[in-house]
Structures are given as structure tokens and as C-alpha cells.
């Protein structure tokens, strides 16, 4: 009867435990968790070596329970491939294919990620943040990086200027093999890895040849004056390497001089696979803020948006990590938005040391391959980091714009139909007949998908490349910034050869802009360059052979070593107003015979009320060069 007892209490004791634990989950399945935060404090992610198993559960019960948000304590985190889901991304401008992340953020809405201060360190080829058709999503007080980065570094320690031969002494992984120099990317570690990774290490890319080169200044933290007469980014050239000893290796050049002793080699690797891993991918998504973020580092760009609208940067750098020796944060543009629209912000934010650009926010040309009837075309992306290109969908407005000239030849075209043939060639079925309009090999630009920018109080410096490139055909605000880039502080282009960025600047501002020491890499343009490329004949100079449409350009100060300011092409509507130019002697003049000012194919232009100071402190009068109508 005691032993019954027992038993029994036993019993009613575990079904009161079931029943209670049962309570419990059905309150929280009925609870509206709607304001609350998933708290990461508890989940043992502060002792777990890899965070991303951990982090990817509780995206999945924030996803199923409705939470607001997630919530990082403050602490550093170690994200590694292994136990991250993978999915394929097309990505524009970057390299496609699975891409491993600790943060899918798939169809999630009114959703934040707190990252309470903490640093995220990443391991291997991963892409830290996808998020793809999601609305009103906050990323927030967090830093991204990776424990080993995505190019090869080295100081440059002795030369011999006969032997065409300069000796690097290494500061990041690499290999010499087979007389080639290779940078080499974390790989996953384990028995098998340790036997027989390196026999697919290449093959994976994961040794990649060093190619692609810049020498950067360790003093100046910048790239070299005049970087053309050391390094290129010629996508031919692999370095031929001898081994000197553990650290030390002997590269022969094809360039014209030998980099001086004390300068930084820098590679990023073998073209078509050194943009795997940028460090957010955005697509299909509204309404997000990215806000006191620092991407120390990512093997691609920084941030990438396509076909998202309503995007604001507030604080979100690029910047170097305080006391690394690393000289390099993004392998490509800091910031990159395309086919996007709504209002694109970017505010009080640092891009330093990148690879490429600070921001580009433009629209993408497809090309039409046939025409297939009376309504119908095929159209093709040409450029390889443009393939599975998310074009256009059924209800989008575009237009037919001319092979050479860039101009519009069409009417406004309802996309009524869109069939994917493959990864670049799909077909468009319009509402209106192109018989007589469209031929093989013009351009169709997106008109539905151009953003308007506001891009105010940011630095950009010490980069390869230009500062701001803007191709968008809505209005456009930059203001307050501080720019000191190696190449054009800001272009305004629009193409259909290479990249095939669309996109006629129409309203766009330039105020109250600090520009300087741009142009120290010896590109022949100028620090603000507007430069479509188009093909116009002799008489095509009519009042709608125009690209770009009303850009001012008013009280900004130059700071400027070189001669050429302005190059502006093919606007209807140009005011240059207001602006001081103060020349300085930070490097020695490149093009000093270039007029300051060169203005071709232009009409309704003003210029007016600028002055220029030079090195003696009086006050000379601009130069220019005009052909303006």
C-alpha cells in the first residue's frame, strides 16, 4: 500500500509537471510577443565557440513566436560556416552562388536586430546578413569583420629596379606554389581538411593568385601618387614568386617601376571570384535602417540593395578596425544600391580605405539580344557580376533607349510579361507595339525603379576609386560631405558598354561639400566628372540630344593639387556657382595644363561667382575649355 502510494504521488506529481509545462507553452503561444525581444542572454551563446547555430534557432522561433526583435548581449562572437544555412543568391556587381549565413532574414517584418555593441567575427567564405523580402527591418550597434581577411598585405622591404623584382615581407596567409603567389581564405577545419583539403584549395578558390594590385602609403594611409607606374587591375597578370624565407617573397613586376621600399602591396585575389562575400545582401525588402554599424572588413562590398526601397545608413561605416595594421575594410564599393527606389539615406557615415567606391546608386541598362515581335524582345546582361540580373517584372515602366546615344527613342512601355530563358537572357512582353522603335542592341532602361538620395554629413577617404557615383533620374541631394578619394570625388556617368549603369541625372545638388586632394592616382578626370558615355554624330546636336538634366553645383570648397575641377558633358541645365577653389601642394600637379573647368555639349549653363586662391595667396581667374550651346 506505501509502495502504491508513492507510485501514485509519483505520478500526479509528473502530469502536474507535464500539464504546467503545457500551460506554459500554451500561454506563450498565446502571448503577443509583438513588443518583446528574443534575449540572447540565456541561450549560452557568450561560451559557445561558433554563434551561428544558435543565432539561427532563434531566428526561426522569432520568426514562428512573432517577436519583436533579437537582442545580442554585449560581447565579441565567432560566426563559422559550418551549421549556416546556405542559399543561392544572384547578387548584382558581386559573384553569385550558395552563399552560407548565420542571419537569413527571410520574409520578416517590423523586425530588429540589436547587436548591443558587439562585434561579430566571421570565419570563411559567408555572407553575414540576407535579407530579402522583409519590411520595416532595423540592424543595429553591431560590427562586422573577419578573422582572416580577403587580400593578401605586405610591406614592401628591398626592390631591384633592373631586375624588374620587388621583396615583399608578408602580413597576411598565403602560399607560394608552382613559381605563383596565392592569398589564402580560411577554410573549415577538420581530419579530412588537414589530409586532403589542399588538393582542392585552388579549384575552390580559396587560393586565389594575386592579380589584381594597388601599392597603398603607410603613412598617408591612402593609396600611392601616381599608383599606375607600380600596379593595375589587370585581370591577365599573376605575379611570378620566389620564396626568400618564412616571410619574405620576391614578386617580378610587369609595371613601370618598381613600388618604393616602405609601401604596402595589396591584392585582392583572382577576378570573378574576389566578390563572394559582401557583408549585407538586401533584395526585395522596404523600409530598413541600418544604423551605428562598423564593417571593419568584407570580402565584397560593404552593403548591397537591388530592387529594395526606403533605405537609410545613419552611421553605418566603413571604416579601419583602431589598431589593426590592416590597410584595407571592403574588397569593393563600401555601398552599393541598384534598381532601388523611394528615398535612399546616407547620413553621417565614415567609408575609408575600400577597394572601390564609397556609394553608387544607379539603375541597370538590359540589352536587347533579338527582337522577338511586335510587342516582344529578348533582352541580355552582358557583364558577368550581371547575370540572373533581376530586371523587371510585370507592371514596371520602361523605356527603349538608343545604342549610342543613350537617348530615349520610345514611350513610356508597360511591362506585361517577363519569361527567364536563363542567367542572361530573358524575354519582356510590352502593352504597346516597339515595330519600328527598338533594334537589336539598344538599351531598356527600369524608370519604375530609380531612387531619389539624400547623402549628407559623411567622410569618405583613403580609397581606390571615386567617392559618390549618382545615375538616377530622381532628385538627388548631396550635401556636407568631406570627400578625399584617389580618384573623381563624385561621377555622373550612364553606359551601355561595361557596366551598363542607367540612369540620367535629373535634379541633383551638390552643396556645401568639402572636395580634397582628389585625383592623386593619375586617371586623367576631375574631381566632379560627368562624363555619359555616349556616340553622337556631327549634327545631333538638337535640343533632345542631352543625357543628364539640371545639376547644380554651388559653394562647395575645393582643395585641389591638380588642375582639372569640373568636366561636365551633355546637361541641359548646369549652374556652377558660388564654389572656392583653394590650390594646395599636397602632391605635385599631374595634368597641370588641363583647364579647371571643361564644359562640352552643354546648354542653359551658369557659371558664376567662383573664385580660385593659389599657392601665393592672391586670387586667379578659372580656366575653361566650352563648346556650350
Known amino acids: 500500500m506505501k509502495l502504491k502510494l508513492i507510485v501514485s504521488a509519483l505520478i500526479i506529481a509528473v502530469a502536474s509537471m507535464f500539464l504546467l509545462g503545457n500551460k506554459s507553452s500554451s500561454i506563450e503561444s498565446l502571448q503577443d510577443l509583438s513588443s518583446t525581444y528574443y534575449d540572447l542572454s540565456n541561450s549560452g551563446i557568450e561560451d559557445a565557440k561558433d554563434a551561428t547555430p544558435i543565432v539561427v534557432e532563434a531566428l526561426e522561433k522569432c520568426k514562428e513566436k512573432g517577436y519583436k526583435g533579437i537582442r ?41 536586430i540589436d547587436g548591443g555593441g558587439s562585434e561579430f567575427i566571421f570565419h570563411g567564405k559567408m555572407l553575414p546578413f540576407i535579407i530579402e523580402e522583409s519590411t520595416n527591418i532595423t540592424v543595429s550597434d553591431l560590427s562586422i569583420d573577419w578573422e582572416i581577411p580577403f587580400f593578401a598585405q605586405g610591406t614592401i622591404v628591398g626592390n631591384n629596379p633592373s631586375a624588374m623584382t620587388f621583396d615583399v615581407q608578408m602580413e597576411t596567409p598565403y602560399l607560394v606554389e608552382d613559381n605563383r603567389i596565392y592569398l589564402t581564405i580560411e577554410r573549415e577545419d577538420s581530419p579530412y581538411e588537414q589530409h586532403f583539403g589542399h588538393r582542392y584549395a585552388k579549384q575552390e578558390k580559396y587560393h586565389q593568385r594575386l592579380g589584381q594590385n594597388i601599392i597603398w602609403n603607410r603613412t598617408t594611409k591612402a593609396p600611392i601618387y601616381k599608383h599606375g607606374l607600380y600596379s593595375g587591375f589587370d585581370n591577365s597578370f599573376f605575379f611570378p614568386a620566389e620564396t626568400l624565407n618564412d616571410s619574405v617573397v620576391r614578386l617580378s613586376t610587369k609595371y613601370r617601376e618598381v613600388p618604393p621600399v616602405g609601401s604596402v602591396f595589396i591584392s585582392k585575389g583572382e577576378y570573378l571570384n574576389n566578390r563572394e562575400n559582401p557583408g549585407i545582401r538586401i533584395f526585395k525588402s522596404e523600409n530598413l535602417l541600418f544604423k551605428d554599424i562598423n564593417v571593419y572588413h568584407a570580402g565584397a562590398m560593404g552593403l548591397i540593395a537591388e530592387r529594395s526601397s526606403d533605405i537609410t545608413l545613419d552611421r553605418f561605416n566603413v571604416v579601419l578596425r583602431e589598431g589593426s595594421n590592416r590597410l584595407i575594410t571592403t574588397i569593393a564599393d563600401a555601398t552599393h544600391f541598384c534598381n532601388c527606389k523611394g528615398l535612399i539615406t546616407i547620413k553621417n557615415c565614415t567609408f575609408e580605405n575600400m577597394l572601390d567606391d564609397a556609394t553608387n546608386v544607379h539603375g541597370t541598362y538590359a540589352r ?26 510585370i507592371g514596371d515602366s520602361v523605356r527603349i533607349v538608343d545604342e ?27 502593352n504597346k507595339s516597339i515595330k519600328g522603335v527598338a533594334n537589336e542592341f539598344d538599351g531598356i532602361d527600369n524608370i519604375s525603379w530609380h531612387a531619389s538620395a539624400k547623402i549628407e554629413n559623411n567622410t569618405v577617404k583613403n580609397n581606390r576609386a571615386r567617392g559618390f557615383l549618382i545615375s538616377t533620374s530622381r ?33 541633383l545638388i551638390i552643396e556645401n561639400n568639402q572636395f580634397v586632394n582628389n585625383l592623386h592616382g593619375g586617371n586623367k578626370q576631375a574631381v566632379l566628372l560627368i562624363d555619359p558615355e555616349q556616340e553622337l554624330n556631327e549634327s545631333g546636336s538638337d535640343d533632345n540630344s542631352y543625357y543628364h538634366k539640371d545639376i547644380i553645383i554651388r559653394n562647395n ?18 549652374t556652377f556657382e558660388s564654389n572656392r577653389i583653394i590650390q594646395t601642394d599636397a602632391y605635385k600637379p599631374i595634368f597641370p595644363n588641363e583647364p579647371n573647368l571643361t564644359v562640352h555639349h552643354c546648354k542653359n549653363v551658369t557659371i558664376k561667382d567662383n573664385t580660385y586662391k593659389l599657392l601665393t595667396g592672391e586670387f586667379a581667374d578659372l580656366s575653361l575649355d566650352t563648346n556650350a550651346d
Request: glycine share 4%; proline share 6%.
Open 72 to 112: 545580442f548581449p554585449k560581447g565579441t562572437f565567432h560566426f563559422y560556416p559550418t551549421y549556416a544555412p546556405d542559399f543561392y543568391t544572384a547578387i548584382t556587381n558581386n559573384d553569385n552562388g550558395l552563399k552560407r549565413t548565420p542571419f537569413p532574414i527571410f520574409n520578416f517584418n517590423n523586425f530588429h
Open 368 to 393: 536587347i539580344k533579338k527582337i522577338m515581335g511586335e510587342k516582344q524582345i529578348a533582352y541580355e546582361t552582358y557583364h558577368p557580376h550581371q547575370k540572373d540580373y533581376f530586371f523587371a517584372a
Open 404 to 430: 549610342n546615344t543613350l537617348l530615349t527613342k520610345s514611350e513610356i512601355l508597360i511591362v506585361e510579361n517577363v519569361k527567364r530563358i536563363n542567367e542572361k537572357v530573358s524575354l519582356l512582353t510590352f
Open 475 to 507: 532628385k538627388v541631394e548631396v550635401r556636407n560631405n568631406y570627400i578625399s578619394s584617389q580618384m573623381a570625388a563624385m561621377r555622373m556617368s550612364g553606359d551601355l558598354k561595361l557596366w551598363n549603369e542607367s540612369g540620367p541625372c535629373d535634379s
Open 557 to 574: 570648397d575645393f582643395y585641389a593639387f591638380d588642375a582639372p575641377i569640373l568636366v561636365a558633358e551633355s546637361v541641359d541645365g548646369l
